[in-house]
């Protein structure tokens, strides 16, 4: 961090003042490091197919709960229905990323994880926010987000792109392809 003292380390004097927020490069390079990137695509999808079933398992528990409850409310709780899956799919997506491997049950059965583009782990309000980007781009531009993994170097979905993410292996299997 510049700071306007000197530091007393023999430089000749403050640090220069700038308006340029400091921009850190991508932490994952796929040239210097490919073993991060690949057999990415394969896995990624069927990491989804996992947590899609756990997400629809999840929901299921949670229309029967829903169900009982609205007999002893009056149906008063058959109102959430209309909310139940997406309130399971960002409460799924935000408690397993934020958790120390950074990644969902799915990616972890298939040794990858997700990282913010500079390197830190996931965190709840992005991976919600990453959840929430990846449905709405399904939905609207389907064909363009299969697309754009295979034009990257780093595989990234145009939800990785706008929320700031990247999918990576993670260090077991990375140190592997490495070896």
């Given at each position: 961090?510049?700071?306007?003292?000197?530091?007393?380390s023999?430089?000749?004097?403050?640090?220069?003042?700038?308006?340029?927020?400091?921009?850190?490069?991508?932490?994952?390079?796929?040239?210097?490091?490919p073993?991060?990137?690949?057999?990415?695509?394969?896995?990624?999808?069927?990491?989804?197919?996992?947590?899609?079933?756990?997400?629809?398992?999840?929901?299921?528990?949670?229309?029967?709960?829903?169900?009982?409850?609205?007999?002893?409310?009056?149906?008063?709780?058959?109102?959430?229905?209309?909310?139940?899956?997406?309130?399971?799919?960002?409460?799924?997506?935000?408690?397993?990323?934020?958790?120390?491997?950074?990644?969902?049950?799915?990616?972890?059965?298939?040794?990858?994880?997700?990282?913010?583009?500079?390197?830190?782990?996931?965190?709840?309000?992005?991976?919600?926010?990453?959840?929430?980007?990846?449905?709405?781009?399904?939905?609207?531009?389907?064909?363009?987000?299969?697309?754009l993994?295979?034009?990257?170097?780093?595989?990234?979905?145009?939800?990785?792109?706008?929320?700031g993410?990247?999918?990576?292996?993670?260090?077991?299997?990375?140190?592997?392809?490495?070896?």
């Amino acid at each position: 961090m510049p700071s306007n003292a000197p530091s007393g380390s023999g430089n000749s004097g403050p640090e220069p003042f700038s308006l340029a927020p400091d921009y850190a490069p991508h932490a994952y390079d796929p040239v210097v490091r490919p073993e991060l990137f690949d057999e990415i695509l394969g896995r990624r999808m069927l990491a989804f197919v996992v947590d899609a079933a756990i997400i629809f398992a999840l929901t299921v528990a949670v229309y029967g709960i829903l169900f009982v409850g609205g007999l002893f409310t009056l149906g008063l709780t058959w109102l959430l229905f209309g909310v139940a899956f997406p309130a399971v799919a960002l409460g799924y997506s935000a408690f397993t990323l934020s958790q120390p491997p950074s990644a969902t049950i799915g990616m972890r059965l298939f040794e990858l994880e997700m990282r913010t583009w500079y390197g830190a782990p996931m965190y709840a309000l992005l991976g919600a926010f990453h959840t929430l980007l990846f449905y709405f781009t399904v939905s609207v531009l389907t064909p363009l987000v299969l697309l754009l993994p295979l034009l990257n170097e780093r595989k990234r979905c145009l939800h990785d792109f706008l929320a700031g993410t990247v999918v990576i292996n993670n260090p077991a299997r990375a140190k592997i392809l490495r070896g």
